[in-house]
């Protein structure tokens, strides 16, 4: 298999909808999708960290990806999170994931027994997943739920795997991201994993994101992104700063019920979050929609 799939673009990591009874809102969730596709992004990412993804039975996860198929056009581009704490785990998902129309598997780095993922386990572990996976994989460093930051060393070993093409950084570390472009494979696609380091990744030479923010502002998300290729750097950056405060509203502060708050308030379904989360109290919904306001988004 070889890497044939270049990651690039902004894509969000679409939350889910559930029904005030607690099941997944499909209907809701395809009214998303649709807007989202006709505001430029290059695909989504289903059942991600915002997809609220370790609330959802596996075959809730298969569902999403159906539908998800069923509604994207076939340009764009179906991830999938399909990360698990096993191989075994992992390799199922992803599989039962591409037989339903996944295009890449977004695999999380085993994190529970945190201090034992050392490389050699971490390269073991990836290895046997991609060597095994139906669809290409992509690495997730996300070390503010994993408390895993991937090293250098064993990102610039598993670039050279054709069925590993790319990676998520959620780290927001900027130098890493350098050096991450630095030590992998010329085929390896990097993406930025947090729209508060959008614009500098873009500057780095990343050729786009995953990024929550683009669940409520894809449009402005797509926008810093061409006025980069543009090289229209100004009018990037100040959009881009712009947004900095609503993104850490929806990701640091209020995470996903800040998020789903703020879709709803922008003309999506967010809904309630899954259980144990709980809704945003009034207070905190002024605030957030207020950082809406000032981000020109309302």
């Not at 902004?10 to 807007?35: Q, R, W």
């Not at 926008?223 to 090289?231: A, Q, S």
């Amino acid at each position: 298999m070889s890497k044939k799939i270049k990651l690039k673009g902004v894509i969000p990591p679409v939350a889910t909808p559930f029904k005030s009874n607690g099941e997944i809102d499909f209907t809701a969730y395809e009214s998303n999708l649709k807007k989202w596709v006709e505001k430029g992004v290059n695909g989504i990412l289903a059942f991600g960290s915002n997809g609220e993804t370790v609330h959802l039975t596996q075959d809730e996860k298969i569902e999403l990806v159906k539908k998800s198929s069923e509604v994207l056009p076939e340009d764009k581009l179906l991830i999938a999170g399909s990360g698990g704490l096993t191989p075994e785990e992992t390799i199922e998902l992803t599989n039962r994931s591409a037989k339903h129309g996944a295009d890449v598997a977004l695999v999380i780095t085993p994190y529970f027994y945190s201090s034992n993922m050392t490389e050699k386990a971490l390269i073991k572990y990836y290895e046997e997943v991609a060597a095994k996976a139906e669809i290409p994989i992509m690495l997730y460093n996300v070390p503010k739920y994993t408390g895993i930051k991937i090293p250098l060393e064993v990102i610039a070993e598993l670039s050279k795997n054709e069925n590993i093409i790319g990676m998520k950084d959620s780290s927001g570390d900027i130098t890493y991201l350098a050096q991450i472009m630095e030590v992998s494979a010329e085929d390896f696609d990097p993406l930025v994993g947090t729209a508060n380091a959008f614009y500098p990744a873009l500057t780095l030479g990343v050729q786009g994101g995953i990024l929550a923010l683009a669940n409520i502002a894809p449009a402005e998300c797509v926008k810093v992104l061409n006025l980069v290729k543009e090289n229209k750097l100004d009018k990037a950056r100040k959009l881009y700063t712009k947004l900095i405060p609503t993104n850490k509203a929806v990701t640091a502060k209020y995470g996903i019920p800040g998020l789903k708050a703020a879709m709803d308030k922008l003309g999506y379904y967010g809904g309630k979050p899954r259980k144990p989360l709980i809704t945003l109290d009034d207070k905190e919904k002024e605030e957030l929609f207020s950082t809406l306001e000032k981000a020109d988004l309302l």
